[in-house]
């Protein structure tokens, strides 16, 4: 069992970039999805959820409307896609799953069963 987060790169202010989110040994569909961020000497923040149906995106306020999340069809992937990035976005990037509906919806590292390892994003003129 196995996650992996991937696709950090260092960006142009405005630029985009897309990271993945690749489970192995369970299938991820049929689990809530999040990702999350940490920056030196702060807490890891919870930025988007996806719902463990996919009915449901939540994101917090700092990143909507320029961040979005989806499944990879089939591949057993989660994507999260960032536009318009600012200086503010850099962090090391994680996603995260085996965590309820509800927590997820809240942003919550609190009971996460599975973290992905890190991928970095740097933005940067």
């Known amino acids: 069992v196995r996650l992996v987060a991937s696709g950090g790169d260092s960006v142009q202010p405005g630029g985009a970039l897309t990271l993945t989110c690749t489970a192995s040994?369970?299938?991820?569909?049929?689990?809530?999805v999040g990702w999350f961020r940490q920056t030196p000497g702060k807490e890891r923040e919870g930025i988007s959820c996806?719902?463990?149906?996919?009915?449901?995106?939540y994101y917090r306020d700092s990143v909507k409307g320029r961040f979005t999340t989806s499944r990879g069809n089939g591949k057993n992937t989660v994507s999260l896609h960032l536009n318009s990035l600012k200086p503010e976005d850099p962090a090391i990037y994680f996603c995260?799953?085996?965590?309820?509906?509800?927590?997820?919806?809240?942003?919550?590292?609190?009971?996460?069963?599975?973290w992905g390892q890190g991928t970095q994003v740097t933005v940067a003129s």
């Open positions: 995260a799953t085996h965590i309820s509906d509800y927590l997820c919806s809240h942003f919550s590292a609190s009971d996460v069963g599975l």
């Open positions: 040994g369970f299938a991820l569909d049929d689990y809530a």
């Open positions: 996806l719902s463990e149906n996919s009915d449901a995106t």
